[in-house]
């Protein structure tokens, strides 16, 4: 079951887009990265502990492997961040790349959503990306 | 000649010697219905305190709720999370409430997981993160959840010497950077003894539950608060969607103004029924209706609300046996409208029955009710429905309870009738077995008699405090019109309080005061 409503779908394609801009090369030299998720990291961790952000990125991982099998190929080391188990240079097309990191976040923010509530969840993004999360009296 | 002298004497001034000035002691909301007055004001400013209580009595409730009413972005509230429950969970639940408020997330109220660092065993570096998030901040409250569980890690790394000096070095740094603390554990009582961190705490608030056959109410104890006149004992808690409710033993009323008791004296709202009381019952007085099933008790309870009504008195039924439309219809049946003063606000009918009610829960519902409409008379139909209502454990308590309830609000001027359902026995009369002279000052009983093959029934007064009534035994029946006193009296009939009377034929002994019949003679005579 997909729970990712498309608003924190969304939201996650812009914050990806916003984290990325001019960053990526049209093809991929580098490892890929994950921005969005290492700038939320430090504040889901003081939040819920290094072992609780750890285990809410590795569902999300899991979730979005099944939707993106290039993201199977990484896991969530002990600081929380991500590392990939093989070598992808080349081997994936930057929308792909795109497309990965989107629904990685979403499904992150699909698991926030339905612990904590959407305005909760758009409240802790509101803190990281002020101009981007929609305000609270946009929130339904 | 004496020597006159010139010397002017300079006048003895007082020297007045200014006391230093004693410092006074902000007092933070608890945000908690019914806690600050048990508290005696607030938390003190500055304060340590310990939320103490085994699972599921509401510590982490409290504390949000605390958090929740005092935090600021400017002063806000840092709740350090710790083992317990993550605070993940704790968003997730707590939002629920109606206290909880998202947009002081983040700015005024910060969540900060140590789990890592207590897993770690090390509390240097757990109160070295304490320090650092304190200093960063300027919290003006802290809280650590749980805190037991930072203690039993301390303790299983075998240093009690770390945890005494992890405990100084934490109270003396949040008193010192004026932060207001609250350390929320799960602990059994058996646990304060020898443990130092009872012994720094300013203030610990006790939570629990008891139970009591299919009951468990929670209960409340402030058992240490430095500096501030809590009130003793055990209080009621109750968790709703608004949070935590606290319900004071002395239900807040200690203190509370007393209305100067006048002579003014109130219609029952049956002209017979005045004239027996001498003219009414006096305002603020605490009347009782006893009488068995069907006597009409209710009945003349309706007609001392209507007639309040009708006088443009506010006022407060609280039943516990009948539903409020059936109350209002059969006031009707009696031409009592009802309907109207409940729209316009006039008239609130209280249905209290849910299960496991508190007693003392009960009465500040009751209070807040009177309160909110200025009521002067109230009705509680019945005594008897009123502590079948209430959660088994709390039945010990009813007494005390409504005798504070009763006294404080005849203090505060309002007119109280209640009503007791008593068993009519044919040998003895009995007015009700609750304690009847701390509850009431007057009584009116109810009574069935067997006459003429006919079981009819006959009202009188028992006593009156501070005023003469009449001694007569009225017959009354209740018809369209409600409760219709005739009589004068049963004057062909002796016994009538046992219920069996029988038919005089000789001349009575002369009454101690004269009988209505006669009383009327005499006053014919002195007007002629």
Redesign the interface.
Known sequence: MNRVTPKMRELAERLIAYETKGRQSPLLKTPVSFPVSEKLRPRLTTLMGKFGFHALLSRALALAGKEVPWLRAFQVNAEGSLESLDKLEGSVHPDEIFEGRVVLIAQLLGLLEAFVGEKLTLNLLREEWPSLAPPPEEIK | MKKQNNVVKPKRTKKTVSQPAKVTIRKLPTGVRGLDDILGGGIPEFSFNIIAATPGCGKTTLAHQIVFANATAQKPALYF?VLGE????M??YQ?QFSFFD??K??KAV???????LVLKNDLNAVLAEIIKEVTTANPGIVVVDSFRTVMREAVASGSELDMQSFIQGLTQFLTSWEATTFLVGEYGEAEIRGNPLFTIADGLIWLSQVTERNSVVRKLQVMKLRGQDSVPGLHTIRISANGLQAFSRTLGLVGKKIFPKGRRRLSMGIPELDKMLGGGIFEGDSLLIAGPSGTGKSALSTHFIDEGLRQGESAIVAIFEERPVGYVERAGSFGLNLKKPQKTGKLEILYLRPLDLSVDETMQEILDAVERIGAKRLVIDSLVGFEMALAPGFRADFRESLYRMIGALTGAGVTILSTVEVEDTFTSLSFSHYTISFLTDDIIRMRYVEIDGQLRKVIFIIKMRGSNHSKDIREYVITDKGLVVIGPRQTDYARLTTGAPEPINQPQEASPEPKEKKLEGVLRRVRD
């Open positions: 999370t993550p605070a993940i969970k968003l997730r939002q998202e947009s997330l983040g910060r969540f900060i997981n140590l789990s890592d």
